[in-house]
């Protein structure tokens, strides 16, 4: 009998945060993922804008998935001050 282990996702490769205030005409999404590159690194693929318009994208190359997480982390963070949820 064999036993399969999930591994839970402790830190997030996949981020989307909305900002909304009707009295501001405001409603803005920036979304964020960790993706692998062909040469072992990792991408931080930003993409933000309003939500029913397309937005603008960019792409941060990172040595590795944990220096990848950590920026996303602290941009994250930084989003929440603004307004993000």
């Known amino acids: 009998m064999s036993h399969s282990v999930a591994q839970l ?3 997030p490769t996949d ?5 909304i205030d009707p009295a501001c005409n405001m409603r803005r999404l920036y979304r964020m ?3 692998p590159d062909l040469f072992g690194s ?3 693929v930003r993409e933000w804008g309003r939500i029913v318009a397309r937005g603008q994208m960019m792409i941060e190359q990172h040595p590795d998935e944990g220096r990848a997480v950590t920026a996303l982390m602290k941009l994250a963070a930084i989003k929440k001050r603004r307004g993000y949820a």
């Open 15 to 19: 981020l989307q945060m909305r900002r």
């Open 9 to 11: 996702e402790v830190f």
């Open 42 to 44: 990792a991408s931080l």
């Open 33 to 35: 993922s960790i993706q």
